[in-house]
Nanobody
């Protein structure tokens, strides 16, 4: 059974930074892709960033240049990070980790609030 646990969310002022972590546990096929999605109140869940097993990254236009997705260096910890800089109020949402391997899995989400 694969489990994903997100952490690192919180309240931050506009222009601030947060780093989200997604830790995967269980039997995970090494050729996987991990994405971050977010869902704001009253809106649909949307793609934010993704990284594949070759560490190729992709970003939504709205976060390019501000967010960086990465994996832990040796991938032994099965952790993916989302560094979020220059945060804006419209980044406020619940952020979800999504793993795609032989099956797909979702985490429970972590709240990010950007407000002064």
């Amino acid at each position: 059974q694969v489990q994903l646990v997100e952490s690192g969310g919180g309240l931050v002022q506009p222009g601030g930074s947060l780093r989200l972590s997604c830790v995967a546990s269980g039997s995970i096929y090494r050729l996987n892709t991990v994405d971050w999605y977010r869902q704001a109140p009253g809106k649909e869940r949307e793609f934010v960033a993704g990284i594949d097993h070759n560490n190729r990254a992709d970003y939504a236009d709205s976060v390019k240049g501000r967010f960086t997705i990465s994996r832990d260096r040796d991938n032994a910890k099965n952790t993916v990070y989302l560094q979020m800089d220059n945060l804006e109020p419209q980044d406020t949402a619940v952020y979800y980790c999504h793993l795609i391997s032989t099956e797909t899995y979702w985490g429970q989400g972590t709240q990010v609030t950007v407000s002064s």
